[in-house]
C-alpha cells in the first residue's frame, strides 16, 4: 500500500488541483490510464476545432463567389490535416507526461482506478496493475465517454465514436450520424465540407437540443439545407451488408409520454460510415464505488453538494462525471472552486450562474444563462429582444445570416443571451463579463461604447432596441 497526501483519477481538469497540491507541500498520486490531459485535449475539444477550423476556411473560400471572387480548390490534402492535428495533441499530451515524469512531487501510475474503500483505490490494467494507493484527500475526475444507444443490431456492426471519427483520414462518401446534439452537428459541418454526404437520425424534435428553441429551430432549418435531416426520428435497427450501413429510423414523439409514434412510416438511411454522437456516459460506472459512501445519480453521474463534495469523507469531484456541464471550461471553473474549497480558509459554492456554451458549426451558435423555454416553464415573467446581423453594416458587409436573442426580467436584469451566426462563440463574451463582473444589467452592454462598425454592434443593438414581454405584450424598458 502506497500512502499520499492527494490522489486525483483522470488526467484532465483535475491536473490543476493536483499541481496546487504539489505547491502546497503536499504528496501527490496521479491516475490515469490513457493519453495524459484528458477527453479535451486527446479526443475533444482541441482536435475537434483544430480539424474544424480547416473546414471554415474551406468553406469561406467556397463562398468567395458571393463577393465576386471566383476561386477554384486545386486539392485538399485530408490525410494530412488529420494526421497533423492528432500528431499535435500526441505532443502536447506527451509533454504533460514529461512535465508530471520529473517532478518529484507527482507520482503517476497507469492503469484504471476502483475503489476498495472510502479513500483507497486498486488500480487495474496498465503497468501498475495491482498496486494500491491511499490518500487523505481524493479527487474523482474520471470524466466521460461517449453513450451507445440501445438500438438492434448495435452490436453487429463497424460504428465510429467521435473518438474514431477525429482520426478518420478519408472523409466518408455518406456519413450517418446517430444523435442530433452538438457533436454531431460539428461532425456534420467538418466531414460534409469535405465532401461527405450526410444524414442526421436525432429523436428531438429539432437538433441542438440544448439550445434556446427558436435558435435551434434556426440551425436546424440551416442543416436540413445542407443535409439529410430526419429529426423527430429515433434510430431503431441497424445492420451491414459489406461496407454499406443502413440505420432504420421510426418517427418518436417527445412530450408527456415520449416514445415511439405507432402506424407511421420509418425511414431508413445508408451509409458507408455511422457515427454514433447519441450523448456521452459517466465514466463512475468504472470506479467500484460501491465500495464507498460515494453515491451516483439516476443517470450515472457522481453526486456531490455545492462545494463539489461527495457523501465520502475527504472524497471531492469535478468535470464531466459530476454531470453539471459537460464542457472543459466548466471542469477548469469547478477545479478553480476545488482549490479554493480545499485550501482556502471558507467554503464556497461552484457558481454556475453564467455558464456559456458555442457549437462550433456552420452556422456557429452559442448562448449563456436561461432559454426562453426555461422561463416559460417556470413562469416568470421576462421581456425578450432579438436582432439580427445582416441589419448592422459588418453583418451586411460578411453577408452574414444570423441573430442574437436576448432575455432579461422586467428589471432589466440578464437572463440569458442566444447567438447563431458568424462568430457567436466571440460575442457571447461580452455578455458573459457583464452578467459575472459587470452589473448583470442591459445597461452593461448598452451603456459600453461599441466600435464602429465591428460586429459586437449586433449584440449592442439587441440589447437596446425594443422588448417584447415574454407574453406577448409590448414592453418599454
Given at each position: 500500500?502506497?500512502?499520499?497526501?492527494?490522489?486525483?483519477?483522470?488526467?484532465?481538469?483535475?491536473?490543476?488541483?493536483?499541481?496546487?497540491?504539489?505547491?502546497?507541500?503536499?504528496?501527490?498520486?496521479?491516475?490515469?490510464?490513457?493519453?495524459?490531459?484528458?477527453?479535451?485535449?486527446?479526443?475533444?475539444?482541441?482536435?475537434?476545432?483544430?480539424?474544424?477550423?480547416?473546414?471554415?476556411?474551406?468553406?469561406?473560400?467556397?463562398?468567395?463567389?458571393?463577393?465576386?471572387?471566383?476561386?477554384?480548390?486545386?486539392?485538399?490534402?485530408?490525410?494530412?490535416?488529420?494526421?497533423?492535428?492528432?500528431?499535435?495533441?500526441?505532443?502536447?499530451?506527451?509533454?504533460?507526461?514529461?512535465?508530471?515524469?520529473?517532478?518529484?512531487?507527482?507520482?503517476?501510475?497507469d492503469g484504471e482506478a476502483r475503489f476498495v474503500d472510502e479513500r483507497t483505490v486498486e488500480i487495474s490494467?496498465?503497468?501498475?496493475?495491482?498496486?494500491?494507493?491511499?490518500?487523505?484527500?481524493?479527487?474523482?475526475?474520471?470524466?466521460?465517454?461517449?453513450g451507445i444507444p440501445n438500438i438492434d443490431g448495435i452490436d453487429d456492426v463497424s460504428y465510429l465514436t467521435s473518438t474514431e471519427a477525429l482520426q478518420l483520414e478519408t472523409p466518408p462518401e455518406h456519413l450517418v450520424i446517430v444523435g442530433g446534439g452538438y457533436i454531431a452537428a460539428e461532425l456534420a459541418h467538418f466531414f460534409g465540407t469535405f465532401g461527405s454526404e450526410v444524414t442526421i437520425v436525432g429523436r428531438r424534435p429539432t437538433l441542438l437540443p440544448e439550445a434556446d428553441d427558436e435558435v435551434g429551430q434556426a440551425f436546424t432549418d440551416r442543416?436540413?439545407?445542407?443535409?439529410?435531416?430526419?429529426?423527430?426520428?429515433?434510430?431503431?435497427?441497424?445492420?451491414?451488408?459489406?461496407?454499406?450501413i443502413s440505420v432504420e429510423a421510426r418517427p418518436y414523439e417527445y412530450g408527456d409520454d415520449p416514445g415511439l409514434v405507432d402506424g407511421e412510416d420509418?425511414?431508413?438511411?445508408?451509409?458507408?460510415?455511422?457515427?454514433?454522437?447519441?450523448?456521452?456516459?459517466?465514466?463512475?460506472?468504472?470506479?467500484?464505488?460501491?465500495?464507498?459512501?460515494?453515491?451516483?445519480?439516476?443517470?450515472?453521474?457522481?453526486?456531490t453538494d455545492e462545494y463539489l463534495r461527495t457523501d465520502a469523507e475527504g472524497v471531492w469531484a469535478l468535470g464531466d462525471i459530476v454531470g453539471e456541464y459537460l464542457l472543459?471550461?466548466?471542469?477548469?471553473?469547478?477545479?478553480?472552486?476545488?482549490?479554493?474549497?480545499?485550501?482556502?480558509?471558507?467554503?464556497?459554492?461552484?457558481?454556475?450562474?453564467a455558464m456559456p456554451s458555442?457549437?462550433?458549426?456552420?452556422?456557429?451558435?452559442?448562448?449563456?444563462?436561461?432559454?426562453?423555454?426555461?422561463?416559460?416553464?417556470?413562469d416568470e415573467e421576462y421581456a425578450t429582444n432579438t436582432y439580427r446581423y445582416e441589419e448592422t453594416a459588418r453583418g451586411d458587409a460578411m453577408?452574414?445570416?444570423?441573430?442574437?436573442?436576448?432575455?432579461?426580467?422586467?428589471?432589466g436584469e440578464i437572463r440569458g443571451c442566444h447567438i447563431i451566426g458568424p462568430d457567436a462563440s466571440t460575442l457571447i463574451q461580452e455578455v458573459v463579463v457583464a452578467m459575472e463582473a459587470g452589473s448583470g444589467t442591459v445597461q452593461d452592454i448598452r451603456d459600453a461604447v461599441h466600435i464602429h462598425p465591428a460586429l459586437p454592434e449586433v449584440v449592442q443593438r439587441a440589447f437596446s432596441g425594443q422588448f417584447s414581454r415574454g407574453g406577448g405584450h409590448e414592453h418599454h424598458h
Open positions: 500500500m502506497e500512502e499520499f497526501d492527494f490522489l486525483v483519477i483522470g488526467s484532465g481538469s483535475g491536473l490543476d488541483v493536483a499541481n496546487v497540491a504539489v505547491n502546497q507541500g503536499q504528496s501527490v498520486a496521479i491516475v490515469e490510464k490513457g493519453p495524459l490531459g484528458g477527453t479535451c485535449l486527446n479526443r475533444g475539444c482541441i482536435p475537434s476545432k483544430h480539424l474544424l477550423y480547416h473546414a471554415d476556411v474551406l468553406e469561406t473560400i467556397e463562398r468567395a463567389s458571393a463577393f465576386n471572387i471566383e476561386t477554384t480548390v486545386e486539392s485538399v490534402d485530408f490525410s494530412t490535416i488529420v494526421r497533423e492535428v492528432n500528431e499535435e495533441v500526441s505532443e502536447d499530451s506527451a509533454s504533460i507526461r514529461r512535465g508530471l515524469e520529473s517532478s518529484s512531487q507527482h507520482e503517476l501510475y490494467g496498465g503497468d501498475d496493475d495491482g498496486t494500491r494507493l491511499r490518500a487523505e484527500t481524493v479527487l474523482i475526475a474520471a470524466g466521460s465517454r461517449p442543416y436540413a439545407d445542407r443535409f439529410t435531416v430526419h429529426t423527430g426520428h429515433a434510430a431503431t435497427t441497424v445492420s451491414q451488408n459489406g461496407n454499406e420509418a425511414v431508413t438511411a445508408i451509409g458507408d460510415e455511422l457515427l454514433v454522437a447519441a450523448g456521452r456516459v459517466s465514466n463512475a460506472d468504472t470506479l467500484n464505488l460501491d465500495a464507498t459512501s460515494v453515491q451516483t445519480d439516476d443517470r450515472g453521474f457522481i453526486e472543459k471550461h466548466n471542469a477548469n471553473h469547478e477545479a478553480r472552486a476545488v482549490i479554493r474549497n480545499l485550501f482556502g480558509e471558507e467554503l464556497e459554492p461552484v457558481d454556475y450562474s458555442a457549437v462550433f458549426a456552420s452556422p456557429e451558435v452559442a448562448g449563456v444563462g436561461a432559454r426562453e423555454q426555461d422561463l416559460r416553464d417556470a453577408k452574414a445570416k444570423g441573430l442574437v436573442k436576448v432575455l432579461i426580467d422586467l428589471d
